[in-house]
Antibody, heavy 120, light 112 residues
Framework: EVQLVESGGGLVQPGRSLKLSCAAS????????MAWVRQAPTKGLEWVASITNSGGSTYYRDSVKGRFTISRDNAKSTLYLQMDSLRSEDTATYYC?????????????WGQGTLVTVSS | DVVMTQTPVSLSVSLGGQVSISCRSSQSLVHNNGNTYLSWYLQKPGQSPQLLIY???NRFSGISDRFSGSGSGTDFTLKISRVEPDDLGVYYCGQGTQYPLTFGSGTKLEIK
């Protein structure tokens, strides 16, 4: 059974940093693209960043480029999201997702999410 | 960026009925490889989103055949037949053809 378990969320002040982790199990982690998708309170879904199966390439939405870094440790089957210079508009539940097939084009599995609140 | 426009914003249906949700993209979703990467997700109340349909019309593992997807280019439809209580929630379409990956704003399904 595919499982994605996020951790690391919490309350953080604007301008500070936070690092999210996603522990994956139930599949061969190194075979799949992974991504972070977020959802602000009462809002819709917003893709944040993706990473290739090897970790060799990464992709970001413009609003987080230069502030967020997606990475992975295939030996530990873990996905990360380093979030720096956090803003109030980054407040959201962050979902770890696994791609469908060996490509990045849809989100086949989702974690339970971890809430990040940016506020002073 | 590809803008995904979903209609209606909300709809109410009787149990056993049928509904259709429309999703239109601002650009063609046909990828260079010939595939069309349009997917549908359902977020039930208090839960994470779940994948229903990928590549326009392919049902994901374990998804009932009451859910069907169709369309091409820029116009897509999700149909739900024989609506059940467990179908309530917010439905999102999403495109995976080009970065940034984008979603529609959602359609809330309520049961009468």
């Amino acid at each position: 059974e595919v499982q994605l378990v996020e951790s690391g969320g919490g309350l953080v002040q604007p301008g500070r940093s936070l690092k999210l982790s996603c522990a994956a199990s139930g599949f061969t982690f190194s075979n799949y693209y992974m991504a972070w998708v977020r959802q602000a309170p009462t809002k819709g879904l917003e893709w944040v960043a993706s990473i290739t199966n090897s970790g060799g390439s990464t992709y970001y939405r413009d609003s987080v480029k230069g502030r967020f870094t997606i990475s992975r440790d295939n030996a530990k089957s873990t996905l990360y999201l380093q979030m720096d210079s956090l803003r109030s508009e980054d407040t959201a539940t962050y979902y770890c997702t696994r791609s469908g097939g060996y490509n990045p084009h849809w989100f086949a599995y989702w974690g339970q999410g971890t809430l990040v609140t940016v506020s002073s | 960026d590809v803008v995904m426009t979903q209609t209606p914003v909300s709809l109410s249906v009787s149990l056993g009925g049928q509904v259709s949700i429309s999703c239109r993209s601002s650009q063609s979703l046909v990828h260079n490889n010939g595939n069309t990467y349009l997917s549908w997700y359902l977020q039930k109340p208090g839960q994470s989103p779940q994948l229903l349909i990928y590549k326009v019309s392919n049902r994901f593992s374990g998804i009932s055949d009451r859910f069907s997807g169709s369309g091409s280019g820029t116009d897509f439809t999700l149909k739900i037949s024989r609506v059940e209580p467990d179908d309530l929630g917010v439905y999102y379409c999403g495109q995976g053809t080009q970065y940034p990956l984008t979603f529609g704003s959602g359609t809330k399904l309520e049961i009468k």
